[in-house]
Structures are given as C-alpha cells and as structure tokens.
Antibody, heavy 121, light 109 residues
Framework: QVQLQQSGPGLVKPSQTLSLTCAIS??????????WNWIRQSPSGGLEWLGR?????????DYAVSVKSRITISPDTSKNQFSLQLISVTPEDTAVYYC???????????WGQGTLVTVSS | QSVLTQPPSASGTPGQRVTISCIGS????????VNWYQHLPGTAPKLLIY???QRPSGVPDRFSGSKSGTSASLAISGLQSEDEADYYC??????????FGGGTKLTVL
C-alpha cells in the first residue's frame, strides 16, 4: 500500500522560496505507471492542482498555468521522494499543501497528510 | 473563479438521495474523465469516484458518478450523517492541466 509522508517548514517569509518534500513508501518515484502531484487548499477553501512529475523512459513535468513561472517539482530517486519549490511567495500562497500519487485517469490517491504553509514576515 | 462550476452548497436529510453537479466545457469534461473527492475538515481529501463512474475499493456503493457532455454529477443515496463534507469534482483541461470545481458543502439536516 502506497503511503506519502510530507515534510517542510510551516512558515515562509514573503519573496522567499517555499520548499516541501514528499517521501514515498510502497511505490517508486520512477515507476512507469505512476505520477506524483502537488495540490493546495487556500484559506478560502478551494482545491488547486499545482503540478506533477512522472517517469516514462524520461522525466516529464506539467504545471498549473497560475504558478508555472514560479514552480519546480523535482524527483529524487536516491531517496524515493519528490519535492515542491515555489519561488517569490506572497501571502496569497498561504495554504495547506498536499502531495498526492496517481494519474488523473485513475484518480489522485493516496494523499500526504498535508502541510499548512503560512507566508508572513 | 473555478474552471469547473459546482453549487456552493447542498443538503438533505438522512436516507435521502442528493446530487451534486459539476459543469465544465469541451476542453475538460467534454473530452476527459471526471473524478470526485470527499474532503472532511482536518483530513486529506479522499478519492470517491474516478473515470466518471468508477468507485475505488472501499467506497460504498451509495456513491455514484455519471457524466453527460460537458457536465458530471455525483449522487449520494441513503444519506448518512458521516457524509457531511465538502465534495470536489476534478478534470484534466487541454490548456490548464488539472482543474477542480469550487467545491460543494454538503449538510445533512
């Protein structure tokens, strides 16, 4: 059974970089049938898909248009994990961030436990 | 403003059947499958329906999904108090990639 464990700071200053990591157990980050996603929920309540990475003989990356200029998702095969970096954050980036496994066609599941990241000085 | 449109709220009494709609367009629901997620406060969202109408193992058959054209629906029959949660539809969009609806807060009266 696949499980995801998130880690990273809960407080980031404006204009700095938000960095989170999602450790995978029960599957491989470089599996040819999996995809690894980051999703967030803002204080206003809505869910927002941020991006994904997946391996199909080479690495692929897809990002939401809303954050495309600021986001990087990186796999780490040595630690079987993937990470999220969001640069130049503002208070509008304050949210609960989730990692999630799976391709859309089979649904995003499982999910990490969520990390509340507050952007504040 | 979400790409997929859901009603902000829905309600029903125990035992009733409720439906939640999700309206998209030809660039998302009209071409791709729809998934539904249940979100209880303080927990991670849970996959409820995938590929329009498929239930993952462990999801009760009280939950069902359907799709027609650019719209999808989630139906919950035999409503129970533990079904009180936020429900989100999700689809893949040709231009925007992954997109969610704005969410529907279901209240069990």
């Amino acid at each position: 059974q696949v499980q995801l464990q998130q880690s990273g700071p809960g407080l980031v200053k404006p204009s700095q970089t938000l960095s989170l990591t999602c450790a995978i157990s029960g599957d491989s980050v470089s599996s040819n049938s999996a995809a690894w996603n980051w999703i967030r929920q803002s204080p206003s309540g809505g869910l927002e898909w941020l991006g994904r990475t997946y391996y199909r003989s080479k690495w692929y990356y897809d990002y939401a248009v809303s954050v495309k200029s600021r986001i990087t998702i990186s796999p780490d095969t040595s630690k079987n994990q993937f990470s999220l970096q969001l640069i130049s954050v503002t208070p509008e980036d304050t949210a609960v961030y989730y990692c999630a496994g799976g391709r859309h066609i089979t649904g995003w599941s499982p999910w990490g436990q969520g990390t509340l990241v507050t952007v504040s000085s | 403003q979400s790409v997929l449109t859901q009603p902000p709220s829905a309600s029903g009494t125990p035992g009733q059947r409720v439906t939640i709609s999700c309206i998209g367009s030809s660039s998302n629901i009209g071409r791709r499958t729809v998934n539904w997620y249940q979100h209880l406060p303080g927990t991670a969202p849970k996959l409820l329906i995938y590929s329009d109408d498929q239930r993952p193992s462990g999801v009760p058959d009280r939950f069902s999904g359907s799709k027609s054209g650019t719209s999808a629906s989630l139906a919950i029959s035999g409503l129970q108090s533990e079904d009180e949660a936020d429900y989100y539809c999700a689809a893949w969009d040709d231009s925007l990639n992954g997109v969610f609806g704005g969410g529907t807060k279901l209240t069990v009266l």
